[in-house]
């Protein structure tokens, strides 16, 4: 079974840090991705990336970056968190052009 | 225009019944894929069936069929004899093309299925 995980369900963190959410898969796959989840917005991609160290914007990527070192490794990074930026944050993987498979999302709060 | 258009923002079932969760798409391409997949209260989103464009039969998975109506172009998702753990979040999304693989999302039907 593929596995992506999250480095954390739950994070509260501070107007204006900078934070890193992890996504670690392990299946092999070449294609992963980064969604936010806000109510009544369904799922929205924020970066994606076809293999390491390439990366492409998504629909929102402002506030965000990537960074792709290891295949199986995706981080998203908040470069200064506002309270805009509180959603859920779901990771996937793919290894084509079918299903992507999700991790369990992580729930980010600015406050 | 929204490329996945999810009209139902909310549904309530009876257990053991069947119930269709629309989806209608809008895209210029000949090759494209759709899908649906299932979020329930622990947040996690699970792929539930995936149709091509070019596929002649609807696709079926255990209990859940996709009703897949091209020139309407439309995608519903039916699950015959609903059970209480079909309590969740659907949503319907769609790859473009035959390039990149990333999907656009609907906005999700919230089904409730009660005893």
């Known amino acids: 079974d593929v596995k992506v995980t999250q480095s954390s369900r739950y994070l509260v963190k501070r107007t204006g840090e900078k934070v890193f959410l992890e996504c670690v898969q392990d299946m092999d796959h070449e294609n992963m991705f980064w969604y936010r989840q806000d109510p009544g917005l369904g799922l929205r991609l924020i970066y994606f990336?076809?293999?390491?160290?390439?990366?492409e914007k998504g629909d929102i990527p402002e506030g965000y970056s990537v960074s792709r070192e290891k295949k199986e490794r995706f981080s998203l990074i908040l470069e200064s968190a506002s309270t805009n930026q509180t959603s859920m944050y779901l990771c996937?993987?793919?290894?084509?052009?079918?299903?992507?498979?999700f991790g369990p999302g992580t729930r980010l709060t600015v406050t | 225009a929204q490329k996945i258009t999810q009209t139902q923002p909310g549904m309530f079932v009876q257990e053991k019944e069947a119930v269709t969760l629309d989806c209608t798409y809008d895209?210029?391409?000949?090759?494209?894929?759709l899908f649906w997949y299932k979020q329930p209260s622990s947040g996690e989103m699970i792929f539930l069936i995936y149709q091509g464009s070019y596929d002649e039969q609807n696709a079926t998975e255990g209990r859940y069929s996709l009703n897949f109506q091209k020139a309407r172009k439309s995608a519903n998702l039916v699950i015959s004899a609903s059970q209480l753990g079909d309590s969740a979040m659907y949503f319907c999304a769609m790859r473009e093309g035959s390039g990149y693989s990333t999907l656009t999302f609907g906005k999700g039907t919230m089904l409730l299925v009660s005893p």
């Open positions: 990336s076809y293999d390491v160290k390439m990366k």
């Open positions: 895209t210029s391409d000949q090759s494209y894929g």
């Open positions: 996937a993987s793919s290894l084509n052009r079918y299903e992507q498979y």
